[in-house]
């Protein structure tokens, strides 16, 4: 599987981006697809994922600020973040786990204050 994040960017505290993951085959066919940051300094960490069976979850820190959603005609994965902070600044990530692990490149969100 194949995965391309698009969609980050400059954006000021309190605004909005929606990302992008494209798979190269059908999502429906993969079991998670999830979105993972990493801050410079930090590990990677888990933002959000959404299951084949459509069980969502979101890390506490962007509950509510952030929606995951899939559209499976377009094999895509996207993450609609709104009322950004300085704090979601990070290189964010689309993984799909199918019983392996597949990464994508990943895509800056840069949040100024």
């Known amino acids: 599987v194949q995965l391309q994040a698009s969609g980050g960017g400059l954006v000021q505290v309190g605004g909005s981006l929606r990302l992008s993951c494209a798979a190269s085959t059908s999502i429906s066919s993969i079991n998670e697809i999830g979105w993972y940051r990493q801050a410079p300094g930090k590990q990677r960490v888990l933002v959000a994922f959404i299951r084949s069976d459509g069980v969502i979850s979101y890390e506490n820190s962007v509950k509510g600020r952030f929606t995951i959603s899939r559209d499976n005609g377009k094999n895509t994965v996207y993450l609609q973040m709104n009322s950004l902070k300085a704090e979601d600044t990070a290189v964010y990530y689309c993984?799909?786990?199918?019983?392996?692990?597949?990464w994508g490149k990943g895509t800056l969100v840069t949040v100024s204050s």
């Open positions: 993984n799909a786990w199918t019983g392996m692990s597949f």
